[in-house]
C-alpha cells in the first residue's frame, strides 16, 4: 500500500502560479504510476494529467495542456503539478492518485487508481 499527502493548494488571482505537491509512504513509490484530479463544486472527478512510474511519459487532459506540467521525483517520493496561467475553472480539490499497472489505455479513468491522498482546495479568483 501507499499513502498521499497532497499540500500547496490555496487561492491565487487569475494569471498566477501554484505548485502541488504529493507526498507518498509506504511501498516503493516508483512501483506507480501518478495521476492528479480535480473535482469543482457540483461536478464530477476529472483528470487532470498522469505520469509513468520512470517519469519519461505524461498525459494531460486537453484544459491543461501547455499550461500544467506534471513531475515526480522518485528519491523524493513525491509528485508535483506546476500550474501556470491559472483560470476560475481551474477551481477544485485536487487530489493525487496512485496507480500500480502499467496500462496506458485507462490513464485518465479514476477507477483504475488504487489510492488516493485527501486533496487540497485550489481556488482561482477572477
Known amino acids: 500500500q501507499v499513502q498521499l499527502v497532497e499540500s500547496g493548494g490555496g487561492l491565487v488571482q487569475a494569471g498566477g502560479s501554484l505548485r502541488l505537491s504529493c507526498a507518498a509512504s509506504?511501498?516503493?513509490?516508483?512501483?506507480?504510476?501518478m495521476g492528479w484530479f480535480r473535482q469543482a463544486p457540483g461536478k464530477g472527478r476529472e483528470f487532470v494529467a498522469r505520469?509513468?512510474?520512470?517519469?519519461?511519459?505524461?498525459y494531460y487532459v486537453d484544459s491543461t495542456k501547455g499550461r500544467f506540467t506534471i513531475s515526480r521525483d522518485n528519491a523524493k517520493n513525491t509528485v508535483y503539478l506546476q500550474m501556470n496561467s491559472l483560470k476560475p475553472e481551474d477551481t477544485a480539490v485536487y487530489s493525487c492518485?496512485?496507480?500500480?499497472?502499467?496500462?496506458?489505455?485507462?490513464?485518465?479513468?479514476?477507477?483504475?487508481?488504487?489510492?488516493w491522498g485527501q486533496g487540497t482546495q485550489v481556488t482561482v479568483s477572477s
Open positions: 505520469i509513468s512510474h520512470s517519469g519519461a511519459s505524461t
Open positions: 509506504g511501498r516503493t513509490f516508483s512501483a506507480y504510476a
Open positions: 492518485a496512485a496507480d500500480p499497472s502499467y496500462r496506458r489505455s485507462t490513464y485518465s479513468d479514476s477507477r483504475y487508481y488504487g489510492y
